[in-house]
């Protein structure tokens, strides 16, 4: 049976397959149970991987390195290409009072770590690990590995260590902390409710409604000179004319008379302002518009972009309207409505909401694409491509301090993704992926990565706790629990934050989806998830940067 003692625990690459293979199975199994609803999910891949090599289970150190950093790539470029078209509006919007508070959480954690890491005399290398832990931040534990072994040239388990005992109590603490703030600022759920109605209305992304033209000083004015002249964002999709109750379509050469109702799409800012300047609101059912012609069948239907030829092109390019009469009233991109313009660029993977006759939506549809089939393939091209320009970004030395300071293999390929994401249309890359196959890509690197960290550091693991490494434990929860207070407590007061918002915001500012969970579940609605996935993609990069200069600039 030595053949069998050789596949367990000899060091060839079959043997590193089963290990990490039975790791992560045994991972996924455990992160199945939930203790009071809460489950630490993935992250028993590392435990499993820490016992299995305390008890002599390892794989060849060479194969684990390259597993470890591959599975680290897969994550980090799957983030960001899913996070990348909302990076920068994360800004805009009203975001970027949330995103400055995540923000603030962020570099007060940092701030605590580096503060406890000078009083307690902990290592850095430790430190970093405790607090990727404490804020349970996989790709900054990852960056930190990876920024460590580029400067030094060595591989510190301890960065691991500190990783493993932190994390529990940091998903414990993070959901305990959401407790204590409700019953610290006596929250009561009646009041949330209320701001949570007028919170909606403010962030609803495109208003339509109905307004009868009254403006003498513009009649017979095209729509697009009424535009200009305003100067604000709308469409007009459907007009009644007054001097014969007829339902047309209407474009920028469509002229306005007085009498005229119009179907009106804009942004919710710019409705008084439109309004007043057309005349008054009316009120008219969607049957109204669409029926009150007998031989003409107008129609309203998302359009979903599927063909890769339209990817990159703008509105004018198509001349959609011109071509075949209908009227486009938005664009609906990663669960966001646009309004649409003639310089807006088109993405595989948009929904266009086209109105017109019957026959032409038809139309436009076989141009577009609008074939869900043709989204299951994955892009791989764009994938590797840009997998392979984030690791040369990540190998460019941007300053000296006194070593190379560079992205790495986290950092590179997580900008590289959000720069593709956002703006890969600019170069013809269809750059959509369906949520599964993102999902799926995630889920293998993240496995393979913690499976990898687990099996290298479980050696010294036991020694390490029995050692002091017990106190690490008290440390990770001041990281994790002071900056969401403080934070929380100033939003909360000072920002006049909604709490059902102040939970995913906290939740996103440590990127844990335990705590949304939690936090989902006491709210009710969809109002965490929002804050969460607005402040994600900024917290996610900055989780990464922050925890390379923590080690580079202490060493």
């Not at 669960?335 to 993977?349: A, C, K, S, T, W």
Request: contains cysteine.
């Amino acid at each position: 049976m030595e053949w069998l003692s050789n596949l367990f625990f000899g060091q060839s690459i079959a043997q590193a397959v089963l290990v990490i293979s039975l790791v992560i199975t045994m991972g996924i199994m455990l992160g199945k149970i939930k203790i009071c609803g809460i489950s630490l999910g993935v992250t028993w891949i590392l435990f499993v991987g820490i016992a299995m090599s305390h008890f002599g289970m390892s794989i060849n150190s060479e194969i684990r390195h390259f597993a470890q950093e591959f599975g680290l790539i897969l994550f980090v470029f799957s983030i960001g290409l899913q996070v990348g078209p909302g990076f920068f509006s994360s800004f805009k919007q009203g975001g970027m009072k949330l995103v400055g508070c995540a923000a603030a959480i962020v570099l007060l954690g940092v701030l605590t770590a580096g503060v406890l890491h000078l009083v307690t005399g902990v290592p850095v290398t430790t430190m970093v690990g405790i607090l990727s832990g404490a804020v349970t931040n996989t790709p900054g534990l990852g960056a930190a590995q990876q920024a460590y072994a580029d400067t030094t040239g060595l591989q510190d388990p301890t960065i691991a260590l500190g990783y493993a005992v932190a994390y529990p109590l940091g998903v414990v603490g993070i959901i305990l902390t959401l407790i204590f703030l409700r019953f610290a600022l006596r929250v009561k759920f009646e009041r949330e409710n209320e701001d949570l109605a007028a919170l909606a209305q403010e962030h609803k992304m495109a208003e339509k409604f109905s307004i009868e033209f009254t403006n003498q000083l513009l009649d017979g004015r095209t729509v697009e000179y009424i535009r200009d002249l305003i100067n604000r964002q709308f469409v007009i999709s459907r007009v009644v004319h007054a001097a014969d109750g007829e339902l047309t379509m209407a474009d920028g050469t469509t002229r306005l008379q007085m009498g005229d109702k119009v179907r009106l799409i804009c942004q919710p800012e710019d409705a008084e302002a439109i309004t007043a300047f057309l005349g008054h609101e009316v009120e008219m059912t969607d049957e109204e518009w669409g029926h009150n012609v007998p031989n003409a069948t107008f129609i309203s239907r998302r359009i979903l972009i599927t063909k890769a030829e339209i990817n990159g092109k703008k509105f004018s390019d198509l001349r959609l309207r011109t071509k075949y009469g209908i009227t486009l009233t938005r664009v609906n991109r990663a669960g966001v409505d646009l309004l649409p313009y003639q310089g807006l660029e088109l993405q595989v993977g948009d929904r266009v909401m086209v109105v017109g006759p019957e026959k032409s939506v038809a139309k436009v549809a076989d141009v577009l694409g609008n074939s869900l089939k043709k989204l299951d393939h994955p892009n791989l091209i764009t994938i590797f491509v840009g997998i392979a320009l984030g690791v040369l970004l990540g190998s460019i030395p941007l300053m000296n301090v006194p070593q190379p300071v560079k992205l790495g293999l986290a950092g590179g390929p997580l900008i590289l993704a959000i720069l593709i994401g956002r703006f890969g249309t600019h170069f013809h890359l269809v750059t959509y992926t369906t949520m599964s196959a993102n999902l799926m890509l995630r889920e293998v690197g993240i496995a393979l990565f913690l499976a990898c960290v687990g099996l290298g550091a479980g050696e010294g693991f036991i020694d390490a706790i029995a050692g002091g490494g017990y106190r690490w434990i008290g440390y990770g929860a001041i990281i994790t629990v002071l900056p969401l207070v403080v934070v929380g407590v100033f939003a909360r007061l000072v920002l006049k934050m909604n709490y059902y918002t102040l939970m995913g915001m906290l939740s996103g500012a440590m990127t844990d989806p335990p705590a949304l969970a939690y936090a989902s579940g006491v709210a009710g609605n969809d109002m965490p998830a929002v804050s969460y996935s607005t402040v994600y993609p900024v917290v996610m990069f900055l989780r990464v940067v922050t925890a390379q200069i923590f080690i580079l600039f202490a060493l």
